[in-house]
């Protein structure tokens, strides 16, 4: 059982104020209703160290009955700003605390207008709580990658030249709604041939032929919680261009993993992979950061990057994912989904990635 009352007085511990307000307006901080109270509905909560108030409306009591039945509810008979404004004055909160990043300047104007009390944003308090996983939020993360995985091996019985990027997108939800997937984790990417070069690429009309790279970074959503995982094919026998660059990101992914551990930092582990990109001329084809944080969000924090501030520590979830992405030929990335433990890590991904495995 979550406790959410836990999560919400370490909120409450790490913030500069009286109180927290969370909008949730057509799913804009979905994420830290959920983190805070486990409620699935629309609408705000107001915390504070003597009382939680749950705001929301008529669309949404009866199910938050179901799912809050000991949070008060403060009903929306107005508007969100104004019943929001009402509850910070009942509760007699002086100095309001809220999410600078998950606010809407809108909100944040006109709370101060109606309530007259001191706003003290901070950049995302309920993200930085959310980047060390509890046992049961790894328990779903888990089972999100089982999902993945067993979706993406039902798929590759099934790929085909001739098939589309699109279909298998398609074939490869619908794998995992069968396996008890809510919905996708973010829009699948399958990209076939000279597309696999474009990292964040959307599934089209491009059909599979012999010798093409197909890249499959895909994830499922289960019970909240996401998977993200990135594994490459060749359709038919590689090229030996293919074979190599394959080679290398396996590499690069290898070190990467071999770096993440308790007491490292986002630049070390991230370095670690890139060099191997780097020493093999390769430094301006590996663009993004090496990983990033998974939980509710499929991207969060802690990142793995040059750029990165972040410290790695027990029961953080992160991803690695190094890729060589060549224009006109083709990409490939090998991206593996981790917890960083006291002395290593454990990987929750365990599909084969050992060596280009043929499809079709
Ligand atoms: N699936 C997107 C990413 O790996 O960042
Ligand atoms: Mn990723
Ligand atoms: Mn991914």
């Not at 104020?17 to 699935?40: I, R």
């Not at 944040?108 to 993200?127: N, Y």
């Not at 995992?176 to 996708?184: P, T």
């Not at 490939?332 to 990635?353: A, K, M, W």
Request: aromatic share 6%; proline share 4%.
């Amino acid at each position: 059982m979550t406790d959410y009352k836990k999560r919400r007085e370490a909120l409450l511990s790490r913030i500069d104020g009286d109180g927290f307000l969370v909008v949730n307006l057509e799913g804009s901080d979905w994420v830290s209703m959920y983190y805070l109270t486990g409620f699935t509905g629309e609408g705000g909560l107001l915390v504070t160290t003597d009382e939680t108030l749950l705001i929301t409306d008529s669309r949404y009591t009866e199910q938050a009955g179901r799912e809050v039945p000991d949070l008060p509810l403060h009903p929306v008979k107005k508007n969100y700003e104004e019943e929001a404004a009402d509850a910070v004055k009942s509760l007699g909160i002086k100095r309001l605390s809220l999410s600078a990043r998950r606010t809407s300047h809108y909100t944040v104007t006109r709370l101060g207008e109606l309530t007259g009390v001191e706003i003290v944003p901070a950049p995302d308090p309920v993200g930085e709580l959310r980047r060390i996983k509890d046992a049961d939020e790894i328990a779903r993360i888990r089972e999100a990658t089982r999902v993945t995985e067993e979706s993406l091996s039902a798929l590759l019985k099934e790929v085909k030249p001739g098939m589309t990027e699109r279909e298998l997108a398609l074939r490869l939800e619908w794998h995992m709604r069968e396996r008890g997937a809510e919905k996708v984790a973010f829009d699948l990417i399958i990209a076939a041939g000279e597309n696999s070069s474009l990292p964040h690429y959307k599934p089209g009309d491009r059909s599979l032929r012999e010798g093409d790279l197909l890249l499959c970074d895909i994830g499922a959503r289960v019970n909240h919680y996401c998977s993200d995982m990135t594994r490459v094919f060749s359709v038919g026998e590689p090229s030996d261009e293919a074979k190599e660059l394959y080679e290398l990101v396996l590499r690069a992914n290898r070190a990467g993993v071999a770096a993440l551990r308790a007491g490292a930092s986002g630049v070390e582990v991230d370095a670690a992979a890139r060099k191997v990109i780097a020493d093999a001329g390769h430094k301006e084809h590996f663009g993004h950061g090496l990983g990033h944080g998974v939980g509710l969000e499929v991207h969060e924090g802690p990142r793995l990057s040059p750029l990165s501030k972040d410290g790695m520590e027990p029961g953080m979830v992160v991803t690695v994912e190094p890729g060589v992405y060549l224009p006109g030929f083709g990409g490939v990335r090998i991206e593996d989904l981790l917890v960083v433990t006291e002395d290593g890590c454990e990987s929750f991904t365990s599909f084969p990635r050992d060596r280009l495995v043929i499809v079709g």
